[in-house]
């Protein structure tokens, strides 16, 4: 399976913005969808930001639609999350994912996904 590593998470005040990397190492991620989930303290891990192979196709949870972009860079096989306006509740640690079945179905559920980072903390403080 391919090593995912994510980083740029960090402190940041209410409003802020932040931008997540993904580094697959070498993966090409040809045919495959990455993701963002993340998981605060005694709460479900919750997919946040998904995205197709290609970047034709993109889905966002409803919490942060419209802050939240993400997209592939294939040429560094890295995926981003650029995280505007952020909020309180978006403090999470958040893990990058991979599902390599070449479908993109169930695209933000935890089970459509085997390969995860170590996740990256990020807090949001008011």
């Known amino acids: 399976q391919v090593q995912l590593a994510e980083s740029g998470g960090g402190l940041v005040e209410v409003g802020g913005s932040l931008r997540l990397s993904c580094d697959a190492s070498g993966h090409t991620f040809r045919k495959n969808t990455m993701a963002w989930f993340r998981q605060a303290p005694g709460k479900e891990r919750e997919g946040v930001a998904a995205?197709?192979?290609?970047?034709?196709?993109?889905a966002y949870s409803r919490s942060v639609k419209g802050r939240f972009t993400i997209s592939i860079d294939a040429y560094k096989n890295t995926i981003h999350l650029q995280m505007d306006s952020l909020k309180p509740e978006d403090t999470a640690v958040y893990y990058c994912a991979e599902d390599r079945s070449g479908r993109y179905y169930r695209v933000l559920e935890r089970s459509s996904y085997d390969s995860w980072g170590q996740g990256t903390q990020v807090t949001v403080s008011s």
């Open positions: 995205i197709s192979w290609s970047g034709g196709s993109t």
